[in-house]
């Protein structure tokens, strides 16, 4: 721990969704232990007994992390299945604005900087009113930032749809996007959230910096192109903070026994995990697929198993047992019976962290979403993208891209069902194959260098880190002079 931080006091605005808030807590803590920093955690949450309050119960690092919940009243206004999450979202935070703006008010001790997520940029006037130091935490990549700050030039430069462009999306210095592959807001231009998406692009530059999720060597071009490049310079000179990977404690999780003894008889690095996410929901025709695809591949596999419907995931508890042939109707018939040595079906939501770090795994199918994605890049494991929604896309072309630690299907999953035997060879190539041993090697590698980056002796994001809170002091020291 630095013990030069002179007392500092931070807010972090969280916005609703344990999506949003982990991050969040992830980064208090970290503030706390590496830094002995005070963070208030100003959560908008949506009320009742949501498991963001649950989360906000967790204990905290050395008392230093207080959370104080800014519950939003009515939204049923906002529930209105046509609006779109990131309309939804960031209505949510321009509801919650009057309780930011009191909760700070009310603070005894007024923090020394506010750092937001990506839907709380409205909150900067309440930054300027109290002359605080602002940064936006994105808890996401240095690429993603760099779309979302350009989007507003590329608006004026494309017109149609961005997904009918025939040639990739191109930002300066940075590696270009494809058409398909831009995030949900970009996927129609008519809609509100688009509007919302670009106005967040306009608001990431006025703050003093943005903090990241990523760390510099996993991302170097694109974070040296913020920091070189004129055109991208023209768009936003604050500097980009890269802390990462900030991930959650494998102590944190407890396997369920009978999970445990299976892995500890599986041979090292064999087994796939299959799991997208907290929000992945597949159709039945894919379902069928991926089962037939995980069978035919011959490999062990653990898979997080939710029902293909439109989204109720609630009616998806079933447990693997002998006479259960008929119930999952989207698994083919005697499905499990043929993978009973071979596989586990978990369902509805698996301890992560807690599977991928154990020693018999060998690959992740994942959806890509960035948490999952470090996860996996912590546990040194190549993974499977099946990139569904948000940024994913853009993760799995990173991932298979430019760092190579990824296959994928052919074609994107959300525009085409998956045949089972592309699975089959997705699947063996990345346990088996040559191909594989190679991501393997290079995940393995990328994981020494995600420890060495937040490292205390002069890891690169542990610097960012230092640099930050060394900017928050000396303008504190400017206030108090
Ligand atoms: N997660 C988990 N078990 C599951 C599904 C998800 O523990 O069955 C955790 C996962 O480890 C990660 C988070 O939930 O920390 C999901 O975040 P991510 O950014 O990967 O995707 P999202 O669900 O937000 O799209």
Redesign the pocket.
Known sequence: MSGSSNNLHIAILSSPG??HL?PVLLLANRLAAQHNIKTTILAVTTGGASSESSLLKLPNEEGLVETVELPLGDISHLMNPSIQVVTRLCMMLREALPLVRSAIASMGRKPDALIVDLFGTEALPIALEYDLPKYVYVPSTAWFTALTIYCPVLDGEVKGQYVDERDYLKIPGCKPVRPVDVVDPMLNRHDQQYVEYLRQGKEFTLFDGILLNSWEELESKTLEAFRENEALRSVMTAPLYPIGPL??PIEQ?VLENGLMDWLDKQPNQSVLLV??????VLSQEQMTELAWGLELSQQRFIW?VRTPTSGRVDDAFFTRDEGSEEFPGYLPSGFLTRTRNTGVL?P??????KILSHRSMGGFL????????L?SIVSGLPMIAWPL??E?RMNAALLTEEIGVALRPEELPTRKVVGREEIEKLVRTLIQGEDGQVMRDKVKRLKISAANALSEISGSSHKSMCQILSDIRNKRAQMID
């Open positions: 344990v999506g982990i991930t959650r999780e799991s997208l996410g907290s929000g992945g997080v978990v509805l939501w698996g301890q992560q962290v994942t959806h890509c979403g960035w948490n999952s994605t996860e929604y948000a994913q």
